[in-house]
């Protein structure tokens, strides 16, 4: 289980935000990322560090990356997942975790911050950071 530190501008930003990165997490774990990206605004800013995806995207494009992004990692699957803190703070969540898991049929360790921030009862901004893992898209 993570520690939680800090609060959200309102306990219903920070449900949403916790409830997403829930089902990110669970994304991985299942291959389902329907829950996911439902939650996923139009007007998503997308940053990806690493591989085809790399960059920083606006929307519209922001929110075709993540798609594609979803959609490319289905078959992949963390088998183990150590999460480490969430902060909150104003509109954001920054979640730290470890994973163990196969993406690409290439098992992989993986220490990961991701970035969301929440407005208007969505998703519009996905920031992420790894380090100690292969290129995975």
């Known amino acids: 289980m993570s ?3 800090g609060k959200c501008s309102d306990p219903e930003t920070q449900d949403l935000l916790g409830t997403c ?3 990110f997490l669970n994304a991985w774990t299942t291959g389902d990322w329907t829950p996911f990206t439902s939650m996923i605004s139009e ?3 997308f940053q990806f560090p690493a591989g085809p995806l790399m ?3 606006m929307p519209p494009v922001g929110h075709q990356m993540m798609m594609g992004f ?3 990692m289905a078959h992949n699957r963390m088998t183990e997942i150590v999460q480490g803190e969430r902060f909150f703070a104003g509109d954001w969540l920054v979640a730290m ?3 163990k898991g196969v993406i ?3 098992p992989y360790t993986g220490v990961e911050a991701i970035f969301l921030r929440a407005a208007g009862g969505k998703i519009v901004e ?3 950071y790894m380090g100690e893992m292969p290129v995975i898209v």
């Open 3 to 5: 520690q939680v530190i």
């Open 21 to 23: 990165m829930d089902n």
């Open 43 to 45: 007007d998503l800013i």
């Open 55 to 57: 960059g920083l995207y």
């Open 70 to 72: 979803a959609s490319s």
């Open 97 to 99: 975790f470890r994973s």
């Open 104 to 106: 690409n049929a290439q």
């Open 126 to 128: 996905y920031r992420e």
